[in-house]
């Protein structure tokens, strides 16, 4: 299939806090494809704003949020439904993004199975440095909606937080602020933390008044993002106080992340973190998050560290990373919505009747 004529940037698929994707090159290569995905890191993108206010870094999830991207628009057939992330298996961010600088993903998707792609990148920033290496999985069809049969258990625990005190403890600003109420704490054990994901958010304010009930399913980004700051609020309380003006609590890495349904607007997430151990400025945890008490998603464990500002401008030193491979099996039937294409800014699909 060959791309059509385009103009413009891609839309992102569905519910997205940014349209990641800013150029976008596809091809077969024996029995998988390869993408080429390039992610501008824009000073006027309004998510800086909030992360951090002065300081703007651009969120390690927000690669996550590139690469779902990136495979949705190179694999997903016009009147399919959107691909979405089934499991991180692994991520591992090397070197930060500060703006203004370009990402490139470099993709490799093979399928694995009827509606199931095994996917493995890395990303160079425009230096040549590579930031981030991961592995993830995607799969297709409607992501299903969580099934509530029981009350929402708000589990015991030392004293819980209001707002107000959430936003004393973390640097996040609007719209990255992702913890409405911590319900309750026990400092440097536990913490049970809520959000509400609601229809007003940023992500879903570029979404067509015909997108199906799919497209409206919460970015699976943001709610990595809202646990890790519930992870991040359970280490602050334990500290001596909030992170000072010269230092940024960073997203380092995970394993073993899982989603099994998707959150929509209306629902209320609730994620459960346990802090493992700290080890100098680096912070272990394990958590999961729940619409009432129905899981829909967990993670092995999650790296946070604390750096100093100067350290993440500083020049970054050589990187090395093990290169992506792939021995992959042959999957018959299957043709990519790109299939062998290359395009720069392409359009969005049309979204399914």
């Keep these: 299939m060959n791309a059509p004529a385009t103009t413009g940037r891609p839309c992102p698929p569905g519910a997205a806090p940014l349209a990641a994707v800013d150029d976008l090159q596809v091809s077969v290569v024996?029995?998988?494809?390869?993408?080429?995905?390039?992610?501008?890191?824009?000073?006027?993108?309004p998510n800086l704003c909030g992360h951090f206010p002065g300081f703007p870094v651009f969120p390690g999830v927000f690669i996550v949020e590139a690469l779902v991207q990136a495979v949705d628009i190179a694999l997903r057939n016009p009147g399919q439904p959107r691909?979405?992330?089934?499991?991180v298996d692994s991520i591992r961010f090397l070197a930060p993004l500060l703006p203004p600088d370009r990402l490139t993903l470099d993709i490799v998707v093979t399928q694995d199975g009827a509606d199931r792609w095994v996917v493995k990148a890395s990303g160079r920033r425009a230096d040549d440095t590579v930031s981030v290496t991961l592995r993830a999985t995607f799969v297709g069809g409607t992501a299903p909606r969580p099934q509530i049969s029981g009350p929402v258990v708000t589990g015991a625990g030392g004293a819980g937080l209001e707002h107000h005190q959430v936003r004393a403890l973390l640097p996040q600003r609007y719209?990255?602020?992702?913890?409405?109420r911590v319900l309750s704490m026990t400092p440097g054990r536990r913490i049970e933390a809520v959000k509400t994901v609601t229809a007003t958010e940023p992500c879903y304010r570029d979404l067509a008044d015909d997108a199906p009930a799919g497209d409206y399913a919460y970015p699976a980004s943001l709610l990595v993002e809202s646990l890790g700051q519930a992870a991040a609020l359970l280490w602050l309380a334990g500290a001596e106080g909030p992170v000072d003006d010269d230092h940024v609590l960073m997203f380092v890495g995970a394993r073993n992340f899982s989603f099994d349904v998707a959150a929509y607007p209306g629902d209320l997430l609730r994620h459960v973190v346990h802090l493992e151990r700290v080890i100098a400025d680096t912070a272990f945890a394990t958590g999961e998050t729940y619409v009432g008490d129905c899981r829909v998603a967990r993670v092995g464990t999650l790296m946070a560290a604390r750096r100093p500002r100067t350290a993440l401008t500083a020049p970054?030193?050589?990187?090395?990373a093990t290169?992506?491979?792939a021995d992959v099996p042959t999957v018959p039937g299957h043709s990519p919505g790109r299939n062998g294409a290359s395009f720069v800014n392409p359009p969005r699909k049309a979204d399914p009747s």
Excluded: N
């Excluded at 719209?175 to 409405?180: G, K, Q, R, T």
């Design 316 to 320: 970054a030193s050589t990187v090395t």
């Design 30 to 45: 024996g029995d998988h494809l390869e993408v080429i995905a390039g992610v501008p890191i824009r000073s006027d993108d």
């Design 175 to 180: 719209p990255l602020l992702l913890v409405d």
């Design 323 to 325: 290169s992506i491979t």
């Design 83 to 87: 691909l979405r992330l089934r499991s």
